[in-house]
């Protein structure tokens, strides 16, 4: 705990409904009658009373690639208490795609979680001996061999049968495009010639005992390439499922979590060096003529081999997506976003917090507290040295 008190749930009250509250995990807690996210200061002395206060708290957590590349792959903020599961798999012989990211960042002591799904890649073309040899299902090359199709499609016959078929009495609520998320998330075939769509689902189902509420968004990307052969040309075409996340609840409080989950999410930071590596890894499988490696153990040797000099093009390439990015969003406000910069005095640099509450504060450990309560002071009876953050 990061309060010298003991926690005395029975005296707490959630500001917002007035529910009793349960499973503050230090000084954090989402009221599951409303779904208020809160902060919890201890009071004073040892019967003294806790307070709840409308807000955030949030540290910055880093996922190092341990099985391969050996570097910090991502970097993003989560609520202090929620634990973290899954990670990166490679999959060396799939030379489209050899690396998937999947995980959970979950309230232990709720049904909030926010979920990054594995990436899915297909492969499609116009030739009929090429479709007679490998037919819709199997594999060619690592990819999976599946005509393209549009986002929403996607969305109903891969993503929620392939993520959500142990769940009971599934509801899809709403399955829309969302024309900004390409866009939003960066995705490579805005400016690398290819084309994006974005979707999302709203649905609802029972797990266990539980109603649960949950949004799934995924992007599909399409790129098209000429092959030319001594029989004739022909189209091949890459195709991914990708970008790939969700936020869920309990039924009916997902609404009021909104502002949690969009901090999370616009928080994440993919390292430019693992991009470079992984790039690096990509084409050294298509240039051996994407010979299957079986041992993860490989992957140093493979960096090696793929030379410096291709991992700094790599680089090069992010830094120059970054600057295209720049350029396209430059219009785009941090009020737009939801966001409010300030700065952090223990780091010395600039974050990123939720907008709408006024009020924020770092510790040394790399966690924030955002508030909307002018009063609230977390270094009153906490052990952790809290300062104030103030715009940049």
């Not at 993003?76 to 929620?82: N, Q, R, S, T």
């Not at 393209?148 to 009971?168: C, D, F, I």
């Not at 974005?198 to 609802?204: C, D, E, P, Q």
């Amino acid at each position: 705990m990061a309060f010298n008190d003991q926690t005395r749930f029975d005296v707490l009250q959630c500001p917002q409904c007035g529910a009793g509250l349960e499973g503050a995990s230090e000084g954090y807690v989402v009221c599951q009658y409303c779904g208020a996210s809160l902060v919890i200061r201890q009071g004073g002395g040892e019967a003294g009373p806790q307070e709840a206060v409308r807000g955030m708290r949030l540290r910055q957590f880093v996922y190092t690639d341990a099985q391969g590349t050996g570097l910090e792959m991502f970097r993003m903020l989560m609520p202090v208490g929620w634990e973290f599961q899954g990670g990166c798999h490679w999959m060396l012989d799939n030379p489209g795609m050899p690396a998937t990211l999947g995980f959970q960042m979950r309230n232990p002591h709720g049904a909030e979680a926010f979920e990054v799904l594995p990436n899915m890649n297909f492969t499609w073309n116009n030739n009929p001996m090429t479709r007679m040899m490998f037919p819709v299902g199997s594999r060619y090359f690592g990819a999976e061999v599946r005509p393209p199709m549009g986002a929403r499609q996607a969305m109903q016959e891969l993503v929620l049968p392939r993520y959500r078929s142990g769940v009971q009495n599934l509801r899809v609520l709403a399955l829309e495009l969302q024309p900004d998320l390409p866009h939003l998330v960066k995705a490579e075939a805005v400016v690398e010639g290819g084309s994006a769509e974005g979707a999302k689902a709203h649905i609802r189902y029972t797990w266990g005992q539980t109603a649960l509420e949950e949004e799934i968004y995924s992007v599909v990307e399409v790129f098209r390439a000429p092959i030319v052969t001594m029989f004739g040309a022909y189209e091949a075409i890459f195709w991914f499922v990708d970008y790939l996340f969700s936020f869920r609840t309990t039924a009916g409080h997902l609404k009021a979590m909104t502002d949690l989950f969009t901090v999370m999410i616009k928080s994440l930071q993919v390292n430019p060096y693992w991009y470079a590596a992984y790039k690096s890894i990509v084409q050294f499988l298509a240039q051996q003529q994407i010979q299957r490696i079986y041992h993860i153990g490989q992957i140093g040797q493979i960096m090696a081999q793929a030379g410096r000099e291709i991992r700094e093009q790599n680089l090069n390439d992010w830094y120059r997506r970054q600057e295209i990015w720049d350029r396209l969003a430059e219009d785009r406000s941090r009020a737009i976003r939801g966001v409010d910069a300030f700065y952090d005095p223990h780091r010395e640099q600039v974050v990123e917090l939720p907008s709408g509450y006024g009020h924020a504060w770092a510790n040394n450990l790399g966690e924030y507290i955002v508030t909307d309560n002018p009063n609230f002071n977390p270094n009153l009876h906490s052990n952790l040295h809290w300062e104030p953050m103030s715009p940049p």
